[in-house]
């Protein structure tokens, strides 16, 4: 059985960082690409960050340069850290394997303020 659990969300203020992290259980972290997608109130999701299982990064535009995503094979971790915060950042925050998305986690809000 998968389990991916979502923590480090919180609220700050707009140019603030939070670290996000994803606990992976059972045996599909170190074989698969794993990713981070949030989901604002109104819109659909979208694919924050992905990773693939040798460490090689893809950004979305909105957030080149701000965020930075890693792994932690050892650990079955996953990392999103989060600088520079915008208001547009806010939105519930969700660990996912690559590239099937057959599993998510609950999910962590992440909020910024202006």
């Known amino acids: 059985q998968v389990q991916l659990v979502e923590s480090g969300g919180g609220s700050v203020q707009a140019g603030g960082s939070l670290r996000l992290s994803c606990a992976a259980s059972?045996?599909?972290?170190?074989?698969?690409?794993m990713g981070w997608y949030r989901q604002a109130p109104g819109k659909e999701r979208e694919l924050v960050a992905r990773?693939?299982?040798?460490?090689?990064?893809y950004y979305a535009d909105s957030v080149k340069g701000r965020f930075t995503i890693s792994r932690d094979n050892a650990k079955n971790m996953l990392y999103l850290q989060m600088n520079s915060l915008k208001p547009e950042d806010t939105a519930m925050y969700y660990c996912?394997?690559?590239?099937?998305?057959?599993?998510w986690g609950q999910g962590t809000q992440v909020t910024v303020s202006s």
């Open positions: 996912v394997d690559w590239p099937r998305r057959t599993y």
């Open positions: 059972g045996s599909i972290f170190s074989r698969n690409g």
């Open positions: 990773i693939s299982s040798g460490g090689y990064p």
